[in-house]
């Protein structure tokens, strides 16, 4: 028998709405876990157009749900008001019900509304939901298939992409070294170059298109400078003129070579020319490092990076931020595993590109994908406690900057805390 679904009549019906309603009334439900849902959820909250604040909204709702809600026939219904939400969010009740709203035309929540609007949950001597009426996570469930196919689509997309930009780097370093080794064909090759560049075309698109005026400068350079014909037809033929002359040794020994000349100066065995000049360099120079002492000269990226990861470790990062690491899709090995996956840390934690681009050219690509991943774990683990993870991102890439940030500290006290959840199991 179909379940019942209620909806509000203060609401405005959307399709959307409705087919929230709909796979809620489903009982073909599959077995499924709170966690693995989750974790399916905040991987497709890029594809779904889930971010910011309906992500935070999101994620509150699923960690107040039982576990045992998820499993079997059971509904996992959440009941909570909205001002408890926006009190959590420290957003207003408005932005709330429109995160809501969002979540439900978005498939993975409906609306199951009491006959006077209230959001309570009754449950019988075994914890299971007799009654219950709130936001229901059942349309999740019922497309976790679907859904894991999105987000196995979305992940080799973004690394195509990934690998596209990294074609176009390398291809374009080779342009730029062809146009410095021939300059008379550097004025054609680079108009054709921004041309491409200015097409407008996807990041594959932009690979291919470098690839093959690549190849046809290898082409073009290899058919000018490389000589073909090679055979000795119409040749001269004439004996070569090699002198065989012995020189006289009376004359070789007047033109020594310069060397000797050295060996046997005066000079070079003045001890006291040698000191003169040592000084005059180091007076030259004196000033310079007079210079460097006073003003103090900012630390670069690499300098910036090297002291943030002075002792962190991938190792310890991925011991430390295992919800990151398992939201992210990946067990990072190495740094540039790391560095691949923010763009879909800094996602999950509402993070905009240019937020990310800033933050990476401040302090480095793995600073700033260390620091991602531990704000990604604090924010799982503690959603009420930061209210704006994108804006914890900038205030610990600010504090790297000024060599405040102490990241190893952070990172030993998520592991910590990750091995006392485990129950002291690695």
């Not at 779904?48 to 699923?62: A, F, Q």
């Amino acid at each position: 028998m179909a379940q019942s679904m209620e909806i509000a009549s203060f609401r405005r019906i959307t399709p959307g709405i409705l087919a929230s309603a709909r796979l809620a009334m489903a009982n073909d439900v599959p077995e499924t876990s709170k966690a693995e849902v989750a974790i399916i959820l905040k991987k497709a909250a890029p594809i779904l157009g889930i971010d910011g604040s309906t992500y935070h909204v999101m994620d509150i709702l699923i960690g107040l749900s039982r576990a045992d809600d998820w499993k079997g026939g059971n509904r996992p219904i959440v009941a909570i008001s909205n001002a408890k939400l926006a009190e959590y969010t420290a957003r207003s009740e408005r932005q709330i019900t429109r995160c809501i709203r969002r979540l439900v035309e978005a498939g993975i929540v409906a609306y199951r509304d009491s006959p006077t609007g209230r959001r309570f949950v009754y449950r019988d001597k075994e914890g299971d939901i007799s009654k219950g009426y709130g936001l229901d996570f059942t349309p999740a469930r019922v497309r976790i298939r679907e859904l894991k196919a999105l987000v196995e689509e979305f992940q080799a997309r973004l690394n195509s992409e990934q690998e596209a930009r990294r074609a176009v780097t390398r291809v374009s370093r080779a342009i730029v070294d062809a146009c410095d080794a021939y300059p008379e064909n550097a004025e054609r090759w680079t108009a054709e170059f921004e041309r491409l560049r200015g097409l407008g075309l996807s990041p594959e698109g932009v690979a291919e298109a470098l690839q093959d005026l690549h190849a046809r400068i290898v082409i073009e350079v290899t058919d000018d400078y490389v000589p073909h014909n090679m055979s000795a037809e119409g040749d001269i033929g004439v004996s070569p003129n090699i002198n065989t002359t012995p020189q006289d040794s009376i004359e070789s020994k007047e033109q020594r070579p310069r060397s000797n000349e050295r060996e046997l100066s005066s000079s070079a065995h003045d001890r006291y020319a040698v000191v003169a000049s040592t000084e005059k360099k180091s007076e030259a120079i004196r000033p310079d490092l007079q210079v460097l002492s006073e003003e103090k000269r900012p630390d670069t990226v690499d300098e910036v990076q090297s002291k943030v990861l002075a002792s962190v470790s991938v190792g310890l990062v991925r011991a430390a931020c295992p919800q990151a690491c398992e939201m992210a899709g990946g067990d990072f090995k190495n740094w540039p595993e790391l560095a691949a996956a923010a763009p879909m840390m800094r996602v999950m934690i509402g993070l905009s590109e240019a937020g990310w681009v800033n933050g990476a050219g401040r302090v480095g690509r793995y600073a700033a994908a260390a620091i991602l991943a531990t704000v990604l774990e604090k924010s799982a683990r503690s959603p009420d406690q930061i209210s704006s993870p994108g804006g914890y991102f900038r205030a610990m890439i600010d504090r790297a900057v000024e060599g405040s940030l102490h990241l190893e500290k952070s990172l030993f006290g998520l592991a910590d805390g990750a091995f006392r959840r485990s129950g002291g199991k690695p």
